[in-house]
T-cell receptor, first 114, second 115 residues
Framework: AQSVTQLGSHVSVSEGALVLLRCNYSSSVPPYLFWYVQYPNQGLQLLLK??????LVKGINGFEAEFKKSETSFHLTKPSAHMSDAAEYFCAVADTYGNNRLAFGKGNQVVVIP | KAGVTQTPRYLIKTRGQQVTLSCSPI?????VSWYQQTPGQGLQFLFEYFSETQRNKGNFPGRFSGRQFSNSRSEMNVSTLELGDSALYLCASSLTGVSGNTEAFFGQGTRLTVV
């Protein structure tokens, strides 16, 4: 079964600094990969997704992620953190056989320090 | 275009009771999935319905069940509630399911507290 691993539950970043959230996947078939963001007392909002069309994926709010098959990674980055980026971020994987279930990582709680 | 609507937003129930949560997907979406989110276990897949049929099921006990109506609205039911069922229950809708061409849109969730 496919799965993703996110290390470091809490990530602190200074305002204006690089945001880097790591995600490694495990899948026996080509995966679909997603990053979601969750604000307090809210549902999940899709930031971006990888569907094999391009290895560098640009998403909303200035975020992007690069798919690296050799490293089985899909790390999320943003060049300059903003206070509004404080939220929880989840990496998720779905396999291409269309079982229509997302397997989520444990999440990263991002704190932005002014 | 209206998003995914979950009702109620908050619910408090007593151990042993049962509860029904509702989800109205985005218009035109035929796939509805349910997830449970807890601090300890994170986000876990419960089940997915497509065109009124359960198409996928996660690893949850039979106390958790669901159904989908002809208008794609879905309900999930939890019987004989346990304290451990306290969680945020999220509903996600998509056109036909998660794939390279479609994605899941999540509702705001129902916060269930079992006392």
């Amino acid at each position: 079964a496919q799965s993703v691993t996110q290390l470091g539950s809490h990530v602190s970043v200074s305002e204006g600094a690089l945001v880097l959230l790591r995600c490694n996947y495990s899948s026996s078939v080509p995966p679909y990969l997603f990053w979601y963001v969750q604000y307090p007392n809210q549902g999940l909002q899709l930031l971006l997704k990888y569907t094999s069309a391009a290895t560098l994926v640009k998403g909303i709010n200035g975020f992007e992620a690069e798919f690296k098959k050799s490293e089985t990674s899909f790390h999320l980055t943003k060049p300059s953190a903003h206070m509004s980026d404080a939220a929880e971020y989840f990496c998720a994987v779905a396999d291409t056989y269309g079982n229509n279930r997302l397997a989520f990582g444990k999440g990263n709680q991002v704190v932005v320090i002014p | 275009k209206a998003g995914v609507t979950q009702t109620p937003r908050y619910l408090i129930k007593t151990r042993g009771q049962q509860v029904t949560l509702s989800c109205s997907p985005i218009s035109g979406h035929r796939s509805v999935s349910w997830y449970q989110q807890t601090p300890g276990q994170g986000l876990q897949f419960l089940f997915e319905y497509f065109s009124e049929t359960q198409r996928n099921k996660g690893n949850f006990p039979g106390r958790f069940s669901g159904r989908q109506f002809s208008n794609s609205r879905s309900e999930m039911n939890v019987s004989t509630l346990e304290l451990g069922d306290s969680a945020l229950y999220l509903c996600a809708s998509s056109l036909t399911g998660v794939s390279g061409n479609t994605e899941a849109f999540f509702g705001q969730g129902t916060r269930l507290t079992v006392v």
